[in-house]
Nanobody, 115 residues
């Protein structure tokens, strides 16, 4: 059973930073593409960014220049480094990966940015 688990959320002041982690377990295969999403209270789910098998990344306009996705040294671990946080970044952050044609999601980690 493939499982994705996010961690690293919490309360931070505006202008601060957080690093979220996403660790996938239950598979011997490498998940080539991993995505970070977020959902603010009462809002739709938004794609934050993607990291591809070759390490390339792309980001939503609202986080460009502030957020960075990277892979960890442990297989199927990715990070979301978030800098210059604003209250608008308050949301539950989810990671998602596709493996053998099936999408897997974590349960999310809450990030709260105070003004």
């Amino acid at each position: 059973q493939v499982q994705l688990v996010e961690s690293g959320g919490g309360l931070v002041q505006a202008g601060g930073s957080l690093r979220l982690s996403c660790a996938a377990s239950g598979t011997k295969y490498r998940i080539d593409t991993l995505k970070w999403y977020r959902q603010a209270p009462g809002k739709q789910l938004d794609l934050v960014g993607t990291i591809f098998s070759d390490g390339n990344t792309n980001y939503a306009d609202f986080v460009k220049g502030r957020f960075t996705i990277s892979r960890g040294s442990v297989k199927n671990t990715v990070y979301l480094q978030m800098n210059s946080l604003t209250p608008d970044d308050t949301a539950v952050y989810f990671c998602s990966g596709r493996l053998l044609g099936k999408d897997y999601w974590g349960r999310g980690t809450l990030v709260t940015v105070s003004s």
